[in-house]
């Protein structure tokens, strides 16, 4: 019986190990040609024009993503994410709702949807 509860626990943290580095090793192209793009300025007008399922876009910490092609993927039912379509999800992206934050390989994620950065109100 130990031996068995040995191989699982390997098993499970080699599972754990290898999802992470896919993260981080999957990202780490399309960070570089994020930067190197020229920077695009969104209107909150412009970004409430991208408030549906079909065409969704969300502002995180003042940069804005469009996440339609993400919707069908994300681990949650989709009106999580849905809701916030073309609306500043800053608090919602910290918070899940309810307080824990979403994970770092979330936040890996990010550059591969990003459209450009939202113009700050005056």
């Not at 191989?7 to 754990?16: D, K, L, P, R, T």
């Not at 969104?42 to 408030?51: G, T």
Request: net charge negative; proline share 7%; aromatic share 12%.
């Amino acid at each position: 019986m130990k031996r068995f509860m040995l191989i699982c626990f390997a098993a499970f943290w080699s599972s754990v190990v290898s999802i992470w580095a896919y993260a981080v090793l999957a990202t780490d192209g399309v960070a570089d040609s994020v930067t190197e793009q020229r920077v695009i300025s969104i209107s909150p007008a412009e970004l409430a024009r991208h408030a549906g399922t079909d065409d969704c876009w969300m502002a995180i910490e003042g940069v804005v993503y469009d996440f339609t092609t993400y919707i069908p993927r994300h681990p949650a039912p989709p009106v999580v994410m849905t809701d916030w379509c073309g609306k500043d999800a800053t608090q919602q992206y910290r918070t899940k709702g309810y307080g824990r934050p979403h994970s770092p390989a979330a936040d890996a994620l990010l550059p591969q949807y990003r459209v450009g950065v939202l113009e700050q109100s005056e």
